[in-house]
Protein backbone atom coordinates (compact mmCIF):
# COMPACT_ATOMS: atom_id res chain seq x y z
CA UNK A 1 0.00 0.00 0.00
CA UNK A 2 1.72 3.49 -1.02
CA UNK A 3 1.14 6.07 1.41
CA UNK A 4 0.71 9.87 -0.11
CA UNK A 5 1.88 12.65 1.55
CA UNK A 6 3.95 16.24 0.19
CA UNK A 7 6.61 18.06 1.60
CA UNK A 8 6.34 21.59 0.97
CA UNK A 9 9.41 23.30 3.47
CA UNK A 10 12.98 21.52 4.03
CA UNK A 11 15.84 22.94 5.88
CA UNK A 12 19.62 21.35 7.45
CA UNK A 13 22.40 21.76 9.36
CA UNK A 14 25.59 19.89 9.26
CA UNK A 15 29.30 20.34 11.22
CA UNK A 16 31.81 21.88 8.51
CA UNK A 17 34.53 19.30 8.45
CA UNK A 18 37.88 19.65 6.24
CA UNK A 19 37.57 16.96 4.30
CA UNK A 20 34.33 17.39 2.90
CA UNK A 21 34.37 18.45 -0.88
CA UNK A 22 31.15 16.84 -1.51
CA UNK A 23 28.73 19.07 -3.44
CA UNK A 24 25.83 19.90 -0.62
CA UNK A 25 22.08 20.93 -1.32
CA UNK A 26 21.46 24.38 -1.29
CA UNK A 27 19.15 24.13 2.00
CA UNK A 28 22.06 22.48 3.92
CA UNK A 29 23.83 25.12 6.52
CA UNK A 30 27.44 24.56 6.78
CA UNK A 31 29.44 26.21 10.00
CA UNK A 32 30.89 25.19 13.05
CA UNK A 33 28.29 26.04 15.32
CA UNK A 34 24.64 25.81 14.86
CA UNK A 35 22.62 29.30 14.90
CA UNK A 36 20.52 29.40 17.59
CA UNK A 37 21.22 33.16 19.11
CA UNK A 38 16.97 33.74 19.03
CA UNK A 39 17.24 31.45 22.13
CA UNK A 40 17.67 33.72 25.57
CA UNK A 41 20.62 32.65 27.11
CA UNK A 42 19.25 30.94 30.36
CA UNK A 43 16.93 28.60 28.30
CA UNK A 44 20.17 27.24 25.74
CA UNK A 45 22.36 26.68 28.01
CA UNK A 46 20.35 23.39 28.73
CA UNK A 47 21.11 23.04 24.86
CA UNK A 48 24.07 21.30 24.25
CA UNK A 49 25.28 20.51 20.60
CA UNK A 50 23.08 17.73 19.07
CA UNK A 51 19.90 20.11 21.33
CA UNK A 52 21.21 23.17 18.80
CA UNK A 53 21.69 21.21 16.04
CA UNK A 54 18.01 20.66 16.50
CA UNK A 55 16.62 23.65 17.37
CA UNK A 56 18.72 25.85 15.08
CA UNK A 57 16.46 24.11 12.18
CA UNK A 58 13.23 23.91 14.03
CA UNK A 59 13.01 27.40 14.39
CA UNK A 60 13.73 28.19 10.95
CA UNK A 61 10.76 26.47 9.62
CA UNK A 62 8.21 26.39 12.87
CA UNK A 63 5.94 28.92 10.99
CA UNK A 64 5.66 32.24 13.77
CA UNK A 65 1.81 31.49 14.46
CA UNK A 66 2.09 28.24 13.79
CA UNK A 67 1.46 25.51 16.74
CA UNK A 68 2.99 22.26 14.48
CA UNK A 69 2.98 19.02 16.11
CA UNK A 70 6.42 17.68 15.70
CA UNK A 71 7.85 14.56 15.10
CA UNK A 72 11.46 14.39 16.47
CA UNK A 73 14.03 11.36 15.74
CA UNK A 74 17.29 10.69 16.35
CA UNK A 75 19.47 7.12 16.95
CA UNK A 76 21.64 7.98 19.66
CA UNK A 77 19.86 11.02 21.02
CA UNK A 78 21.40 12.92 23.78
CA UNK A 79 24.46 9.84 24.50
CA UNK A 80 26.88 12.44 25.93
CA UNK A 81 24.46 13.43 29.09
CA UNK A 82 23.93 9.50 29.63
CA UNK A 83 27.25 8.57 29.35
CA UNK A 84 28.03 11.34 32.20
CA UNK A 85 25.44 10.29 34.07
CA UNK A 86 27.80 6.46 33.63
CA UNK A 87 30.78 7.72 34.58
CA UNK A 88 29.42 9.67 37.71
CA UNK A 89 27.59 6.60 38.75
CA UNK A 90 30.86 4.49 37.99
CA UNK A 91 32.76 7.16 40.35
CA UNK A 92 30.42 6.72 43.19
CA UNK A 93 29.42 10.33 42.59
CA UNK A 94 26.22 11.94 43.28
CA UNK A 95 24.38 12.30 39.40
CA UNK A 96 24.01 15.41 38.02
CA UNK A 97 20.12 16.10 38.05
CA UNK A 98 20.42 18.34 34.95
CA UNK A 99 21.78 15.64 32.84
CA UNK A 100 19.07 13.33 34.28
CA UNK A 101 16.38 15.43 32.99
CA UNK A 102 17.95 16.35 29.67
CA UNK A 103 19.09 12.65 28.88
CA UNK A 104 15.51 11.75 28.06
CA UNK A 105 14.54 11.23 24.27
CA UNK A 106 11.95 13.86 24.34
CA UNK A 107 13.87 16.62 26.55
CA UNK A 108 14.81 18.50 23.83
CA UNK A 109 11.92 19.45 22.17
CA UNK A 110 10.50 19.94 25.91
CA UNK A 111 13.05 22.84 26.01
CA UNK A 112 11.99 23.66 22.09
CA UNK A 113 8.57 23.89 23.45
CA UNK A 114 9.23 26.27 26.34
CA UNK A 115 11.24 28.75 23.44
CA UNK A 116 8.24 28.48 21.10
CA UNK A 117 5.35 27.85 23.27
CA UNK A 118 4.12 24.87 21.79
CA UNK A 119 1.33 22.52 22.93
CA UNK A 120 1.15 20.97 19.93
CA UNK A 121 1.71 16.88 20.43
CA UNK A 122 5.50 15.96 20.23
CA UNK A 123 6.52 12.52 18.93
CA UNK A 124 9.96 11.13 19.62
CA UNK A 125 11.64 8.51 18.32
CA UNK A 126 15.00 6.18 18.07
CA UNK A 127 14.64 4.53 14.81
CA UNK A 128 18.50 3.01 14.02
CA UNK A 129 20.24 4.46 11.44
CA UNK A 130 17.49 5.68 8.63
CA UNK A 131 14.89 7.14 10.56
CA UNK A 132 13.61 8.80 7.30
CA UNK A 133 11.26 5.65 6.95
CA UNK A 134 9.20 5.67 10.00
CA UNK A 135 8.99 9.38 10.25
CA UNK A 136 7.41 9.55 7.62
CA UNK A 137 5.14 6.82 8.69
CA UNK A 138 4.05 8.85 11.95
CA UNK A 139 3.73 11.99 10.46
CA UNK A 140 1.40 10.47 7.69
CA UNK A 141 -0.25 8.91 10.79
CA UNK A 142 -0.46 12.20 12.28
CA UNK A 143 -2.25 13.79 8.92
CA UNK A 144 -4.30 10.88 9.19
CA UNK A 145 -5.29 12.12 12.89
CA UNK A 146 -6.85 15.05 11.84
CA UNK A 147 -3.18 17.76 11.31
CA UNK A 148 -2.68 19.65 8.12
CA UNK A 149 0.69 20.09 8.33
CA UNK A 150 4.09 17.90 10.91
CA UNK A 151 7.23 19.76 11.09
CA UNK A 152 9.63 16.97 11.10
CA UNK A 153 13.43 17.10 12.64
CA UNK A 154 15.58 14.17 12.64
CA UNK A 155 19.54 14.64 14.18
CA UNK A 156 22.94 12.89 15.66
CA UNK A 157 26.31 13.87 16.78
CA UNK A 158 29.09 11.41 16.65
CA UNK A 159 29.48 9.11 19.20
CA UNK A 160 31.56 9.56 22.15
CA UNK A 161 34.83 8.06 21.90
CA UNK A 162 34.09 4.82 24.20
CA UNK A 163 31.46 4.04 21.71
CA UNK A 164 32.87 4.60 18.05
CA UNK A 165 33.63 1.63 15.83
CA UNK A 166 34.91 2.35 12.59
CA UNK A 167 31.50 1.69 10.87
CA UNK A 168 29.80 4.04 13.20
CA UNK A 169 27.34 6.61 12.03
CA UNK A 170 26.85 10.02 11.60
CA UNK A 171 30.43 10.93 11.15
CA UNK A 172 29.84 15.04 11.94
CA UNK A 173 26.47 16.60 13.98
CA UNK A 174 24.01 17.23 11.34
CA UNK A 175 20.16 17.47 11.35
CA UNK A 176 17.75 17.79 8.97
CA UNK A 177 13.94 19.13 8.96
CA UNK A 178 11.16 19.53 7.01
CA UNK A 179 7.46 20.20 6.62
CA UNK A 180 5.06 17.26 5.93
CA UNK A 181 1.98 18.28 4.27
CA UNK A 182 -1.21 16.60 2.82
CA UNK A 183 -0.86 17.30 -0.44
CA UNK A 184 0.97 21.23 -0.79
CA UNK A 185 4.56 20.97 -1.75
CA UNK A 186 7.00 18.15 -3.03
CA UNK A 187 3.96 15.38 -3.40
CA UNK A 188 5.48 12.04 -2.80
CA UNK A 189 4.39 8.34 -2.48
CA UNK A 190 5.73 6.17 0.41
CA UNK A 191 5.72 2.35 -0.04
CA UNK A 192 7.51 -0.79 0.91
CA UNK A 193 9.05 -2.93 -2.13
CA UNK A 194 10.26 -6.74 -1.34
CA UNK A 195 13.62 -5.48 -2.97
CA UNK A 196 16.93 -6.42 -1.30
CA UNK A 197 18.61 -4.14 0.27
CA UNK A 198 21.53 -2.48 -0.90
CA UNK A 199 25.43 -2.61 0.76
CA UNK A 200 26.13 0.53 -0.94
CA UNK A 201 23.46 2.57 1.00
CA UNK A 202 24.53 1.17 4.36
CA UNK A 203 26.15 4.72 5.12
CA UNK A 204 23.25 6.58 3.58
CA UNK A 205 22.20 9.35 6.42
CA UNK A 206 18.37 11.10 6.63
CA UNK A 207 20.14 13.91 4.83
CA UNK A 208 19.62 12.37 1.40
CA UNK A 209 16.14 13.51 1.89
CA UNK A 210 17.54 17.24 1.23
CA UNK A 211 19.71 15.93 -2.12
CA UNK A 212 16.70 13.82 -3.19
CA UNK A 213 14.31 16.78 -2.89
CA UNK A 214 16.78 18.66 -4.04
CA UNK A 215 17.62 16.93 -7.79
CA UNK A 216 15.73 15.96 -10.61
CA UNK A 217 15.36 11.64 -9.17
CA UNK A 218 11.93 10.38 -9.43
CA UNK A 219 12.28 8.09 -6.58
CA UNK A 220 14.30 7.55 -3.43
CA UNK A 221 15.09 4.31 -1.92
CA UNK A 222 15.52 3.96 1.95
CA UNK A 223 16.79 0.74 3.54
CA UNK A 224 15.03 0.27 6.77
CA UNK A 225 15.40 -2.78 9.25
CA UNK A 226 15.95 -4.91 6.42
CA UNK A 227 13.21 -3.28 4.35
CA UNK A 228 12.88 -1.68 1.45
CA UNK A 229 11.07 1.86 1.09
CA UNK A 230 10.35 3.49 -1.72
CA UNK A 231 9.64 7.53 -1.56
CA UNK A 232 8.58 8.38 -5.54
CA UNK A 233 8.06 11.82 -6.39
CA UNK A 234 4.22 12.35 -7.84
CA UNK A 235 3.93 13.78 -11.31
CA UNK A 236 0.62 15.63 -11.99
CA UNK B 1 33.68 36.23 53.50
CA UNK B 2 34.00 38.39 50.45
CA UNK B 3 36.16 35.71 48.84
CA UNK B 4 33.72 33.03 49.61
CA UNK B 5 30.65 35.17 47.68
CA UNK B 6 33.45 35.22 44.82
CA UNK B 7 33.77 31.36 44.70
CA UNK B 8 30.42 30.47 45.27
CA UNK B 9 29.38 32.58 42.18
CA UNK B 10 31.95 30.73 40.15
CA UNK B 11 30.88 27.69 41.25
CA UNK B 12 26.88 28.95 40.11
CA UNK B 13 28.19 30.04 36.72
CA UNK B 14 30.24 26.80 35.96
CA UNK B 15 28.06 24.46 37.45
CA UNK B 16 24.66 25.53 35.85
CA UNK B 17 26.51 26.62 32.77
CA UNK B 18 25.10 30.23 33.07
CA UNK B 19 26.34 31.59 29.54
CA UNK B 20 28.06 35.55 29.21
CA UNK B 21 27.58 35.77 33.02
CA UNK B 22 30.65 36.84 35.00
CA UNK B 23 30.35 36.69 38.76
CA UNK B 24 30.25 40.44 38.68
CA UNK B 25 26.82 40.21 37.44
CA UNK B 26 25.54 38.47 39.99
CA UNK B 27 24.68 41.04 43.26
CA UNK B 28 25.49 39.03 46.49
CA UNK B 29 22.24 40.00 47.86
CA UNK B 30 19.80 39.47 45.02
CA UNK B 31 17.33 36.11 44.96
CA UNK B 32 18.94 33.36 42.93
CA UNK B 33 15.65 32.01 41.93
CA UNK B 34 12.75 33.30 39.47
CA UNK B 35 12.80 37.23 39.88
CA UNK B 36 16.36 37.53 40.74
CA UNK B 37 18.75 35.61 38.39
CA UNK B 38 16.19 33.35 36.98
CA UNK B 39 17.18 30.07 38.31
CA UNK B 40 14.70 27.46 37.91
CA UNK B 41 14.29 24.31 40.10
CA UNK B 42 16.32 21.77 38.07
CA UNK B 43 19.08 24.47 38.85
CA UNK B 44 18.25 24.22 42.59
CA UNK B 45 18.63 20.56 42.79
CA UNK B 46 22.45 20.69 40.53
CA UNK B 47 23.47 23.62 43.19
CA UNK B 48 23.13 20.69 45.96
CA UNK B 49 24.60 17.89 44.43
CA UNK B 50 27.56 20.73 43.64
CA UNK B 51 27.88 21.85 47.44
CA UNK B 52 27.28 18.46 48.53
CA UNK B 53 30.66 17.58 46.11
CA UNK B 54 32.73 20.63 46.97
CA UNK B 55 31.99 21.42 50.52
CA UNK B 56 30.48 18.21 51.96
CA UNK B 57 26.98 19.90 52.80
CA UNK B 58 23.83 17.37 52.88
CA UNK B 59 20.82 19.84 52.32
CA UNK B 60 16.85 18.31 52.32
CA UNK B 61 14.94 19.83 49.44
CA UNK B 62 11.91 19.33 51.58
CA UNK B 63 13.33 21.93 54.53
CA UNK B 64 11.85 25.37 54.75
CA UNK B 65 15.59 25.98 55.80
CA UNK B 66 16.95 25.33 52.98
CA UNK B 67 14.69 27.98 50.94
CA UNK B 68 16.55 30.37 53.30
CA UNK B 69 19.72 28.96 52.55
CA UNK B 70 19.27 29.27 48.31
CA UNK B 71 17.71 32.71 48.75
CA UNK B 72 20.90 34.24 47.59
CA UNK B 73 25.25 33.84 47.23
CA UNK B 74 25.35 35.56 50.71
CA UNK B 75 23.06 33.40 52.66
CA UNK B 76 24.87 30.53 50.42
CA UNK B 77 27.76 31.65 51.89
CA UNK B 78 26.54 31.44 55.03
CA UNK B 79 26.00 28.28 55.07
CA UNK B 80 29.29 27.05 53.90
CA UNK B 81 30.78 29.30 56.40
CA UNK B 82 28.83 27.59 59.55
CA UNK B 83 29.40 24.28 57.96
CA UNK B 84 33.24 25.06 58.14
CA UNK B 85 33.56 26.08 61.92
Keep these: MAIALAISEWSGWQAAVEDNHSELPEALTVSEAPDVAVIPPMLRRRLNLLGRACASQVLRLMPKEGNLPIVYCSQHGDIERTLKILDELVAGEPVSPMHFSLAVHNAICGVLSIQIGLNANISTIAAGQQ ?38 LPPMPYSVCFVVARSEGIRLSLEQTDRDCDRSRADQLPTCLMDFLASDSTELALDHNGLVWTLARIND | MEALELELKQLIIDTLELEDITPDDIDSTEPLFNEGLGLD ?3 ALELGVALQKRYAIKLNAEAEETRQHFASV ?12
Excluded at chain 1, 136 to 158: F, H, M, N, S, T
Excluded at chain 2, 74 to 85: E, F, I
Design chain 1, 131 to 168: GLVPVLLEAAGILQGGAERVLCVLCDVPLPEIYQSPDS
Design chain 2, 41 to 43: SID
Design chain 2, 74 to 85: RNLALLVQSQRQ
